[in-house]
DNA sequence: ATTATATCCTGATCGC
DNA sequence: TGCGATCAGGATATAA
C-alpha cells in the first residue's frame, strides 16, 4: 500500500534510470486509462519528483506525466535487453495480467501494474502540477505550531485527520497508527484537543517514522514492490499495525484494533493517552 | 463550512 | 471442492 514512503521510493529509483531518457510510445491495455493525449505522449524526460503521493515524470516541452499508485501499483522498470531471436521482453503470467500500462523509452521500458486498478496515469502541464501543495511531513519544517494551524478546529479523531491529504500529504493507514504509537497518543482523541506538547512530539514522530520508513524502501505487506521489483523493509520495524493482539512493545499489553472512517487502527491502550 | 459515507476494483481468506 | 460473504485501504464524489 503506498504511502509517502513507498512513493518516495520508487522516485528515487525511476529518477536513476529516467532523467534523460526518450520517451518513444506509450500503450493503454486498460481502457479505464486510455487517452489520446497520452498515448501520443513523446518527449525527453528532465526529472522525476515527488508531490505527496504523486510521482511526476517531467518531460521537455512543458508535461509530466502524472501516477498515483493508489493501494496495489506499482512502476516496475525494464531495461532493455539486446536483441535476440526471441525478441521483447519477457513477462512474468501474474504480472502480465495486471498490465495497465507500458512505457517504451530509448533505454527500457516502465510498466505499470496494478491489481486492483485503481491507480491513475495522466498527461499535464507540469506548471498546473506545481500548484501550492499542502505540507509534505518529511522535512523537519514539520512542528507542532504547524500542525496546530493545520488541525485548527478539527474535531475528527487524530488517526482520521492524519489521513487527509488536503492538510498532510503521504501519511496513510499503516503509518498513522506508527507514528501516534510512537508518540503515545491516542488514535481516538480529537485533534483540535491535543496539548502543545503532544503536537511537538507527533509532528517529530511523524517526520522520524516515515524518514525511518524512507530509508528501508518502505513497507510491504504482500503489493508493493521497488522498480526493481525488490520488497521494502520497514515491514519488520512495525511495532503495532497488523499485530493485534500481541503485546505491546513497549508495557506488553495486548495490542488493540478497532475501525475508525472504515479503515483499521491498531494501538496500546495503556500507552497511547 | 466540516464531517461521514459510498464507491471504485480484485484477490485472499473464511465459514459453511 | 466450491461458493458467497468479507476484508484490504487511497482518494474522491456525494450526502448529511
Not at 87 to 99: K, R
Not at 167 to 189: K, Q, T
Not at 203 to 218: D, F, Q
Request: glycine content about 6%; charged content about 30%; overall charge positive.
Amino acid at each position: 500500500m503506498p504511502e509517502l514512503p513507498e512513493v518516495e521510493t520508487v522516485v528515487r529509483r525511476l529518477r536513476a534510470v529516467l532523467v534523460g531518457a526518450k520517451l518513444r510510445s506509450t500503450e493503454c491495455l486498460d481502457p479505464k486509462l486510455k487517452s489520446r493525449k497520452l498515448t501520443r505522449h513523446q518527449g525527453e524526460v528532465l526529472q522525476v519528483r515527488r508531490e505527496g503521493k504523486n510521482i511526476l515524470v517531467d518531460f521537455s516541452g512543458g508535461n509530466s506525466l502524472k501516477f498515483h499508485l493508489r493501494m496495489t501499483g506499482n512502476l516496475i522498470w525494464e531495461k532493455a535487453r539486446t536483441k535476440t531471436a526471441i525478441g521483447g521482453a519477457i513477462l512474468h503470467p501474474s504480472t502480465e495480467a495486471h498490465l495497465r500500462c507500458r512505457l517504451n523509452f530509448d533505454r527500457g521500458e516502465m510498466r505499470f501494474i496494478d491489481v486492483r486498478r485503481f491507480g491513475t496515469v495522466e498527461l499535464a502541464p507540469s506548471r498546473l502540477v506545481r500548484a501550492e501543495l499542502p505540507v509534505d511531513p518529511v522535512e523537519d519544517t514539520l512542528t507542532g505550531e504547524v500542525l496546530q494551524r493545520l488541525i485548527g478546529k478539527s474535531r475528527q479523531a487524530i488517526k482520521v485527520w492524519l489521513l487527509r491529504q488536503d492538510r498532510l500529504v503521504g501519511v496513510g493507514n499503516i503509518y498513522a497508527s506508527e507514528i501516534l504509537f510512537d508518540c503515545r497518543v491516542d488514535p481516538r482523541r480529537e485533534a483540535a484537543a491535543l496539548s502543545p506538547a503532544e503536537l511537538k512530539a507527533l509532528a517529530r514522530s511523524t517526520v522520524k517514522i516515515l524518514n525511518k520508513a524512507i530509508e528501508c524502501c518502505g513497507t510491504t505487506f504482500s503489493d508493493f514492490h521497488n522498480p526493481d521489483g525488490e520488497s521494502g523493509k520497514f515491514q519488520s520495524f512495525l511495532k503495532v499495525y497488523q499485530h493485534d493482539q500481541q503485546p505491546c512493545r513497549r508495557c506488553k499489553s495486548p495490542i488493540k484494533r478497532l475501525v475508525q472512517a472504515q479503515r483499521s487502527t491498531f494501538y496500546c491502550a495503556k500507552c497511547q493517552q
